[in-house]
C-alpha cells in the first residue's frame, strides 16, 4: 500500500492511535478473556491465529469499512450518512459488552474532539449520543486531513495493538513475544487494509459467531480483569 503523510498527518495518526488516548480501550478484551479462561487460547501461536483469523473474516473488518465511510461522510459534509452509519453500526453490533464498548470509546473520543477541537461540535451533536467509536475515529481523520489509507492501517493496527496487550497480561506473554506478534501481523495488517478499502457497501459482512459466543460468555464470567 503506497502511503504519503505530510507531517501534521503523521502526527495527528500517532495521536489518534496512541495508546495514550484517553478513551478506555485498555480496559477490553473482545471475548479474549473468556478464550483464555476456556483455554482455548493460551500461548503466542494461538492468539495470533486468533487474530489473523479476526483481520480475514471477523467484525474488526466491518469496524473499519464503517469508520471509512464516516471518514468520507465527514469530509463533505454528509451528516446524514454519519448518522445512518453510527445506527448501522450499532444494529451490528453482536453483544451487548461489545455494543456497550464500542459507545463508551465512541463517546469519550468525542468529548475529547469537543475540547481539543470546538470547530468540530457541529458534526459531534449531528451524530449525537451514542456514538461508536468506529464513527468518531473517522471524524477525527478526516477533520486532521489523515491520509484515507493511513486511517485504515492505524485502525486495525491499533486494534491489534490492544489485544496483543490484552494477550500479554492474561496468557500471560512476554513484552518481547507481543511485539513479535505484531511485528508478525504486519502483512496480513497491510493486506486487510487493502481488502476493507475495496469494499462495496453490499459487501459489508463478517464471520464471527466465535467472537459472538465468547463474549456473551464473558458477561456472566466469574471473575474478571477486562469489561468485555
Known sequence: MDITLTDNSFLAILQLTSPALPVGAYSYSEGLETLVEQNTITNQQTLQDWLASQLSYGAIRIEAAVMLRAYKSAKIGDLAAL????????????TTELRNASWQMGRSLMQLLGKLQPEIMPIVNAVGNPSNYAIAFGIAAA????????????????????????????????????????????????IAAVEILALEDDELACCTWGLSLASMQHETQYTRLFRS
Do not use: C, F, M
Not at 448518522?83 to 453482536?94: Q, Y
Open 83 to 94: 448518522t445512518h452509519w453510527n445506527h448501522w453500526l450499532s444494529a451490528a453490533r453482536e
Open 143 to 190: 477533520h486532521w486531513q489523515i491520509n484515507i489509507q493511513a486511517a485504515v492501517l492505524g485502525y486495525l493496527h491499533s486494534w491489534a495493538s490492544n489485544l496483543i496487550t490484552a494477550g500479554v497480561k492474561l496468557i500471560p506473554l512476554g513484552q518481547t513475544t507481543g511485539q513479535q506478534l505484531l511485528l508478525d501481523l504486519q502483512p496480513l495488517l497491510n
